[in-house]
T-cell receptor, first 114, second 120 residues
Framework: AQTVTQSQPEMSVQEAETVTLSCTYD???????LFWYKQPPSRQMILVIR??????QNATENRFSVNFQKAAKSFSLKISDSQLGDAAMYFC???????????FGTGTSLTVIP | DTGVSQNPRHKITKRGQNVTFRCDPI?????LYWYRQTLGQGPEFLTY????????KSRLLSDRFSAERPKGSFSTLEIQRTEQGDSAMYLC??????????????????FGPGTRLTVL
């Protein structure tokens, strides 16, 4: 069974600093997709970044980048130059290439300190 | 607004009543998903549709739950004889999935704002 673990329920970062959110997953599949979603308070979930497991290069999206370690089944999110608008709950998610379900972690609540 | 919309945004009901939620996906999307999210947890998959066909249902979806997507566009999720344990945020997401040589495409899901259900 696929599981996604986010071991940091809460994180905080000073504005303009860098923070890394951790995510590990368990799977026996070799081909899959990984995602980070952001859910601001009382607002809908939006995609931050995605990674295809067959690609060795880490995905980047402006201030957001991932450290994808396939052998270790680790998929961390780095937010550089943190902004107040980055404050939200962040969910890591997994989907196999052939499956149809997304599996989400329990989330990390990020606070940005001015 | 061309995003995913859900109605109502909030629903308060008494235990034993039936409720129905609606989701309007992004128009060209062929997949539609329903999730349930309780406080402090990530979304849990309930079911999904490919066009009008309901292809998979989670064990979380008891026989009191039914979902439809009659014309492959909007979808409804009905809960019959609601229980207090049904209180949660119900999220809808849509995606456009294409078959590629490697299998299904990336299938990025776009979420709606959710319907918060409170069962008294």
């Amino acid at each position: 069974a696929q599981t996604v673990t986010q071991s940091q329920p809460e994180m905080s970062v000073q504005e303009a600093e860098t923070v890394t959110l951790s995510c590990t997953y368990d799977t026996s599949e070799s081909d899959y997709y990984l995602f980070w979603y952001k859910q601001p308070p009382s607002r809908q979930m939006i995609l931050v970044i995605r990674q295809e497991a067959y690609k060795q290069q880490n995905a980047t999206e402006n201030r957001f980048s991932v450290n994808f370690q396939k052998a270790a089944k680790s998929f961390s999110l780095k937010i550089s130059d943190s902004q107040l608008g980055d404050a939200a709950m962040y969910f890591c998610a997994y989907r196999t290439n052939t499956g149809n379900q997304f599996y989400f972690g329990t989330g990390t609540s990020l606070t940005v300190i001015p | 607004d061309t995003g995913v919309s859900q109605n109502p945004r909030h629903k308060i009901t008494k235990r034993g009543q039936n409720v129905t939620f609606r989701c309007d996906p992004i128009s060209e999307h062929n997949r539609l998903y329903w999730y349930r999210q309780t406080l402090g947890q990530g979304p849990e998959f309930l079911t999904y549709f490919q066009n009008e066909a309901q292809l998979e249902k989670s064990r979380l979806l008891s026989d009191r739950f039914s979902a439809e997507r009659p014309k492959g566009s909007f979808s409804t999720l009905e809960i019959q004889r609601t229980e207090q344990g049904d209180s949660a945020m119900y999220l809808c997401a849509s995606s456009l999935i294409l078959q590629t040589a490697r299998g299904a495409s990336t299938d990025t899901q776009y979420f709606g704002p959710g319907t918060r259900l409170t069962v008294l």
